[in-house]
């Protein structure tokens, strides 16, 4: 099995700067793509930013500029950096990463954090 942890999450104010951080562990022989999402309440989760294994970045329309995601493949880490924090860009993230858990598996396995929760608010 593969174990996500994730950390940085809290209470900032809005033009401040929060980053998160996701470890994945457990029986791993690749990360592929790692991602975050968001979600608020009434809404359906949304994609924050996602990051490739080569690194190609993709961000949503709400956070680019603002965001940016990075990867440490040595310590299957995925970072999320958030600056000039509004307070519509607060909710539950969550990370999301596929896994290779063996040189033979077809596919990668896909893997959710249990959410953290960042709150812009004055």
């Known amino acids: 099995q593969v174990q996500l942890v994730e950390s940085g999450g809290g209470l900032v104010q809005p033009g401040g700067s929060l980053t998160l951080s996701c470890v994945a562990s457990g029986t791993i022989f690749a990360v592929n793509d790692m991602g975050w999402y968001r979600q608020t309440p009434g809404r359906q989760r949304e994609l924050v930013a996602e990051?490739?294994?080569?690194?190609?970045?993709h961000y949503g329309v709400s956070v680019q500029g603002r965001f940016t995601i990075s990867r440490d493949d040595a310590k299957n880490t995925v970072f999320l950096q958030m600056n000039s924090l509004k307070p519509e860009d607060s909710g539950v993230y969550y990370c999301?990463?596929?896994?290779?858990?063996?040189?033979?598996?077809?596919?990668?396995?896909?893997?959710w954090g249990q959410g953290t929760q960042v709150t812009v608010t004055s």
């Open positions: 990051i490739t294994r080569p690194g190609n970045q």
């Open positions: 999301n990463v596929d896994v290779f858990r063996s040189r033979s598996d077809p596919y990668p396995y896909d893997y």
